[in-house]
């Protein structure tokens, strides 16, 4: 009772902490950001991410119980007591035709999961994840603004800006059913808040007011994942298993405020208050409709030794609206490919034997269409998962994972932005039995 009642305490404590971080700016740069609710994280734990992703048919990785919030059936393959917690950094190199480069780095807590099981064959999980996140801040001219001379003059301003994120905290449950089929489900709550600028300013004219458009989004609602796996076994050690898993396209809650305003900058470029509101329209009311996401992956492999394994999700981001308004998104899809190999997991005198060896693959067509051009995301993906020394007569267990992924978004052509980023994940996995019942002869 006391293990479970520091657990509550530190999950109560994450939810407050990740509460405060939605409400303020997000940890990412990337004007791609700009787009529908943000840049929309992975969701997945390290040791996912540096098979290249895979994730919908994977559940026991490594020899260790892994909390899998991709595919909530995966939960009916726990049977002791997990934690996992994690950061991630990104380091991101923006690229634009007649434009020096850009780099940008961000540091964020990635997650925090639980799960115990409830029975031998089901388990309860529990946690805070980022949902998305929105934060950019870049500035276009054009010049010969209402004169039509070929001498630059009269240039405007056109500055972009944004800032905020997504959380979400879920509760889950997994079971197995006659021991080769599991399902499962998560409930999440997704809040947070989104505020993205729009500015117009024209500095070579004096008197003449600038003006500002402001797009205030409130969230929270729920959201529902549901999932599948079912495994051939070939012998007692190899095994595949094909797995599906679905987030629901249910509808969020959104207070919408939209405000146009007008200022003024004095000589030293210093901004004034709001001269005057043209535009104060308020939807407290509001919707957000959430795309139906599917997932599908293969997994084969030989416990102890190695596994390799296929995803492919396919997003209805078409239908992403806000506020009674379409986000003018296409719908994406997105193949990963990868796997992981150990030496030999009963090495007694070779310690790197026993470390988990992780490579991927990972290409998606985004739900972004920039300028006619469709926005694509390549990256190889790579990682360790390392077990920590362990008192021989605990029943805890811990492993260190850590995983790379190195990729590219979008593109020079038509004026758009290249991405070239570096994304590190590291996190820390306990697998022990706790609410054990001790019996005495």
């Known amino acids: 009772m006391i293990k479970f009642t520091k657990l509550l305490f530190t999950f109560l404590f994450a939810v407050i902490v990740l509460n405060a971080s939605a409400q ?19 969701q997945l734990l390290p040791q996912n991410i540096a098979m290249g992703g895979i994730a919908t048919a994977t559940n026991i990785i490594g020899g260790y119980n892994s909390i899998n919030v991709i595919n909530p059936a995966s939960y009916g393959r726990i049977n002791l007591t997990t934690i996992d917690i994690g950061v991630a950094s990104d380091i991101t190199t923006f690229s634009k035709i007649g434009n020096a480069d850009q780099r940008n780095t961000n540091f964020r807590l990635s997650h925090l999961l639980f799960a115990f099981p409830v029975t031998k064959t089901s388990a309860l999980s529990f946690g805070l994840l980022p949902y998305s996140q929105l934060g950019y801040n870049y500035k276009t001219t054009k010049t010969n603004f209402g004169t039509g001379s070929s001498v630059d003059t009269n240039a405007v301003n056109y500055i972009y800006s944004g800032e905020g994120s997504l959380s979400k905290a879920y509760l889950g449950y997994g079971v197995t059913l006659f021991k080769h089929l599991l399902v499962g489900a998560n409930f999440s709550y997704i809040f947070g808040s989104l505020k993205q600028y729009q500015s117009t300013e024209i500095p070579s004219l004096y ?51 939209y405000i146009v305003s ?16 043209i535009v104060n329209q308020q939807n407290p009311n509001g919707k957000i409709q959430l795309p139906l996401i599917n997932r599908f992956g293969i997994v084969y492999q030989q416990e102890g030794k190695f596994l390799v394994g296929v995803d492919y999700t396919m997003g209805k981001w078409s239908d992403l609206s806000i506020a009674g308004t379409n986000a003018g998104l296409q719908d994406s899809k997105m193949f990963n490919v990868g796997g992981q190999w150990t030496p030999n997991v009963n090495a007694l005198n070779n310690y790197f034997a026993l470390i988990d060896y992780r490579l991927g693959f990972l290409y998606e067509q985004t739900y972004l269409n920039v300028n006619n051009i469709n926005i694509k995301r390549y990256a190889v993906t790579f990682g360790l998962g390392v077990p920590l020394p362990h008192d021989r007569a605990s029943s805890a267990f811990y492993k260190v994972n850590f ?29 022990d039995r706790w609410f054990q019942r001790f019996k005495f002869e």
């Open 24 to 42: 303020s700016t997000a940890t990412t740069s990337s004007p791609y950001s700009r787009y529908g609710l943000g840049d929309i994280s992975d």
């Open 207 to 257: 008197g003449v007011l600038n003006s500002r458009a402001e797009q205030d989004n409130h969230v929270k609602g729920v959201n529902f994942d549901l999932g599948t796996q079912y495994t051939f076994d070939f012998s007692e050690s190899k095994h595949l298993t094909l797995g599906y898993s679905a987030s629901v396209g249910s509808k969020l809650n959104v207070n919408n405020t």
């Open 262 to 277: 007008q200022y003024t900058r004095d000589a030293s470029g210093n901004e004034s208050n709001p001269v005057d509101s």
């Open 403 to 431: 995983s790379a992924e190195i990729g590219q978004r979008g593109q020079l052509a038509n004026q758009l932005i290249k991405e070239n980023y570096i994304n590190l994940h590291l996190g820390f996995t306990l697998n």
